[in-house]
């Protein structure tokens, strides 16, 4: 009954740039956080940046100064701006949800993940 759909992954070259969007859809009420995290192949899934409802944002070490996520709190949408990227910012990237709603009047709190989407940096 949620669900999270992603767009804006593909190939760029280094020190290029990519915005990536994520939207929340269903029967939602509030949306604690959301966030983007990447796999890269043969490693493990990673954080990458993280912004709350309230406005807080953290980000991974690798991405400081490179990469800002944003958020339209109206549209229950995800941005991820990323600027210089380099090759071994090449990954699946991932948007992540906390959120709530209800579903058959029910409440419910969960965690979602989108279905990832394909960021190339080639050298």
């Known amino acids: 009954q949620v669900q999270l759909v992603e767009s804006g992954g593909g190939l760029v070259q280094a020190g290029g740039s990519l915005r990536l969007s994520c939207t929340a859809s269903?029967?939602?009420?509030?949306?604690?956080?959301m966030g983007w995290y990447r796999q890269a192949p043969g490693k493990q899934r990673e954080l990458v940046a993280v912004?709350?409802?309230?406005?807080?944002?953290n980000y991974a070490d690798f991405v400081k100064g490179r990469f800002t996520i944003s958020r339209d709190n109206a549209k229950n949408t995800v941005y991820l701006k990323m600027n210089s990227l380099k090759p071994e910012d090449t990954a699946v990237y991932y948007c992540?949800?906390?959120?709530?709603?209800?579903?058959?009047?029910?409440?419910?709190?969960?965690?979602?993940w989108g279905q990832g989407t394909q960021v190339t940096v080639s050298s």
């Open positions: 269903g029967n939602i009420f509030n949306i604690n956080s």
């Open positions: 912004r709350t409802s309230g406005g807080s944002t």
């Open positions: 992540n949800a906390d959120l709530e709603g209800y579903h058959r009047g029910g409440y419910f709190r969960t965690t979602v």
